[in-house]
T-cell receptor, first 116, second 111 residues
Framework: GAVVSQHPSRVICKSGTSVKIECRSL??????MFWYRQFPKKSLMLMAT?????????EQGVEKDKFLINHASLTLSTLTVTSAHPEDSSFYIC????????????FGPGTRLTVL | QKEVEQDPGPLSVPEGAIVSLNCTYS??????FMWYRQYSRKGPELLMY????GNKEDGRFTAQVDKSSKYISLFIRDSQPSDSATYLC???????????FGKGNQVVVIP
């Protein structure tokens, strides 16, 4: 149980385009989902917390107009990187909180974004 | 002082050895403690979850939490090459508080 999927697993796009990443909790309902960014050999950096039906809460320094988050249902959250630039290239990982084991978060497999 | 301190390693051990990993933390409000395993280019996978102090064992893995010392540990017995990964400790005070992560400890098990 507690499986989280992400799509796509890898995306390459041109500078200036927008990219949407989906995060789904497959076998549980997640009232809260999180979006992280991870640079090579670095730990996870929380970008935003997404609650179903309400606006996401962004961490300091994260541009909310650039990283659009929508949490449309209890099993789906999306991250859209708008007008992507090469510096946005990174590994993006979502997680979902199951709510039955304290604050345990279950992570998706990640999405590798490369902006040319 | 960072909320969570974890020596990033890397740590190399021969196959069959015991791997010992640990994290220290400063926030006494933390009560949920987790260990995640992350393979290269993959998302973190939950290995162990512990609430408050104590020990928890799951197969070859043992997690220990000592809240009085603000110290948590993960032990891997009979280590295998497939255990080669980065291990992240994470903890939370509960409620809507975010997870605080350690930097991750890279482990290499040599056949």
């Amino acid at each position: 149980g507690a499986v989280v999927s992400q799509h796509p697993s890898r995306v390459i796009c041109k500078s200036g385009t927008s990219v949407k990443i989906e995060c789904r909790s497959l076998d549980f309902q997640a009232t809260t989902m999180f979006w992280y960014r991870q640079f090579p050999k670095k730990s996870l950096m929380l970008m935003a917390t997404s609650n179903e039906g309400s606006k996401a809460t962004y961490e300091q320094g994260v541009e909310k107009d650039k990283f659009l988050i929508n949490h449309a249902s209890l099993t789906l959250s999306t991250l859209t990187v708008t007008s992507a630039h090469p510096e946005d290239s990174s590994f993006y990982i979502c997680s979902a909180r199951a709510g039955t084991r304290g604050d345990t978060q279950y992570f998706g497999p990640g999405t590798r974004l490369t902006v040319l | 002082q960072k909320e969570v301190e974890q020596d990033p390693g890397p740590l190399s051990v021969p196959e069959g050895a015991i791997v010992s990993l640990n994290c220290t933390y400063s926030n006494s409000a933390f009560q949920y403690f987790m260990w995640y395993r992350q393979y290269s280019r993959k998302g973190p996978e939950l290995l162990m979850y512990t609430y408050s102090s104590g020990n928890k064992e799951d197969g070859r893995f043992t997690a220990q939490v000592d809240k009085s010392s603000k110290y948590i540990s993960l032990f891997i017995r009979d280590s295998q090459p497939s255990d080669s990964a980065t291990y992240l400790c994470a903890m939370s005070a509960g409620g809507n508080n975010r997870l605080a992560f350690g930097k991750g400890n890279q482990v290499v098990v040599i056949p």
